[in-house]
Nanobody
């Protein structure tokens, strides 16, 4: 059974940092692209970032480029999203995604 479990969300002040983690199980982790997708209150889904199975190819939405970094540890079956210089508009539920599978999401709130 494929499982994706996010952690690391919380409340942070503007300009602060958070690191999200997504622990994966039930599949050959290193064989899959992994994605982070977010949904702000009252808005639709927004793709944030992607990383290939080997971890050497990454992509970012323009809205987070230069502030967020996606990475993965295939030995730990975990993908990360390091978020720096956070803005109020980054407030959202962040989901870890593999093709056809979504985690339960973790809330990130950026507010003073």
């Amino acid at each position: 059974e494929v499982q994706l479990v996010e952690s690391g969300g919380g409340l942070v002040q503007p300009g602060g940092s958070l690191r999200l983690s997504c622990a994966a199980s039930g599949f050959t982790f290193s064989s899959y692209w992994m994605y982070w997708v977010r949904q702000a209150p009252g808005k639709g889904l927004e793709w944030v970032s992607a990383i290939n199975g080997g971890g050497d190819t990454t992509y970012y939405a323009d809205s987070v480029k230069g502030r967020f970094t996606i990475s993965r540890d295939n030995a730990k079956n975990t993908v990360y999203l390091q978020m720096n210089s956070l803005k109020p508009e980054d407030t959202a539920v962040y989901y870890c995604v593999r093709v056809n599978y979504w985690g339960q999401g973790t809330q990130v709130t950026v507010s003073s």
